[in-house]
């Protein structure tokens, strides 16, 4: 099943604003849009925004979320070293029935 | 405090079997799309089943139809997922989330499982 497309990486000075991009097709991303996950080293997957672009529970007003067409971003303002991790977003692809992610990307705050 | 804790984990030989287990606890599942998802040593994350709350729905990944099964037992407020012919590309955490308002908001810590002789 074809998953969706992140730049393997980002690098960004603390302090300044890291955009993550996600792109998928008409199926996936173009039809609901996609969800953000960070994961930090050795821990689970956190939920950080739905689908909706919503943030979920808990989550900075320093993250937001859009979408335009059939790709996907995760926008983080003021950069803290706790931003470092790995971002993965998701989607439900109608044709596949079937979830995909991304490759994820991992944030390098400098 | 609402959580999701895997078990079952473990070291079996290629072609072996094994199930997981999630546990709910400070939440009820039953209305809930429950998911399981793996990630690989070093890798991202893979979407590998999905069961409707009722079980009613099934859904996994090619690379395991035929070989993995999911399901549930509201009752237990527990998810399951048994694993057979197990292969390498098998060796993975696997990480049962649950789907309350239509995406992963809720992730247990995750389970591993190694697939070698």
């Known amino acids: 099943q074809a998953g969706l497309t992140q730049p393997p990486s980002v690098s960004k000075d603390l302090r300044q604003t890291a955009t993550l991009t996600c792109t998928g097709n008409?199926?996936?991303?173009?039809?609901?849009?996609a969800a953000w996950l960070q994961q930090h080293q050795g821990h689970p997957p956190k939920l950080l925004s739905y689908r909706n672009n919503n943030r979920a529970s808990g989550i900075s007003e320093r993250v937001s979320a859009s979408r335009s067409g059939d790709t996907a971003s995760l926008t983080i303002t003021g950069l803290q070293p706790e931003d470092e991790a790995d971002y993965y977003c998701?989607?439900?692809?109608?044709?596949?029935?079937?979830?995909?992610f991304g490759g994820g990307t991992k944030l390098t705050v400098l | 405090e609402e959580q999701l804790v895997e078990s079952g984990g473990g070291l079996v030989q290629p072609g072996g079997s094994l199930t997981l287990s999630c546990l709910a606890s400070g939440l009820t599942i039953s209305s809930y799309w429950m998911t399981w998802v793996r990630q690989a040593p070093g890798k991202g994350l893979e979407w590998v089943a999905l069961?409707?709350?009722?079980?009613?729905?099934?859904l996994y990944v090619d690379s395991v139809k035929g070989r993995f099964t999911i399901s549930r037992d509201n009752a237990k407020n527990s998810l399951y997922l048994q694993m057979s012919n197990l292969r390498a590309d098998d060796t993975a955490v696997y990480y049962c989330?649950?789907?309350?308002?239509?995406?992963?908001?809720?992730w247990g810590q995750g389970s591993m499982v190694t697939v070698s002789s």
């Open positions: 989330a649950a789907e309350r308002v239509g995406d992963f908001d809720l």
């Open positions: 008409g199926d996936n991303v173009g039809d609901q849009g």
């Open positions: 069961i409707k709350g009722d079980g009613s729905d099934k």
């Open positions: 998701s989607a439900w692809d109608s044709s596949l029935r079937a979830w995909v």
